[in-house]
Nanobody, 124 residues
């Protein structure tokens, strides 16, 4: 069973950038599709991005396309989310996710494993 630990959250001004990291342990990292979800106050958790086992396939929510980039380093058992041109509406707790199902299904079916979350706050 894989364990996930996020880092890299914080406070940033609108238009700025942050990079989130998620370190995985306890499983064969390259077997898992990885993803990011977020939950803003008073809202449901929503899909942000997903990446396939080899990193060759990537999927994004429409709200972050062109601004966020998901990547992974299988040698380091780590997945990243580079967030550029941040907006106030990106403020949320960001959760790392892992799934043994294909990455393209993560947005609809959800993952099997969650991290504890990291707070991202975008100020105006």
């Amino acid at each position: 069973q894989v364990q996930l630990v996020e880092s890299g959250g914080g406070l940033v001004q609108a238009g700025g950038s942050l990079r989130l990291s998620c370190a995985a342990s306890g499983g064969t990292f390259s077997r898992y599709a990885m993803g990011w979800f977020r939950q803003a106050p008073g809202k449901e958790r929503e899909f942000v991005a997903a990446i396939g086992w080899s990193g060759g396939s990537r999927y994004y929510a429409d709200s972050v396309k062109g601004r966020f980039t998901i990547s992974r380093d299988n040698a380091k058992n780590t997945v990243y989310l580079q967030m550029n041109s941040l907006k106030r509406e990106d403020t949320a707790v960001y959760y790392c996710a892992a799934s043994l199902s294909p990455a393209q299904s993560m947005g609809l079916m959800g993952p099997g494993y969650w991290g504890q979350g990291t707070q991202v706050t975008v100020s105006s």
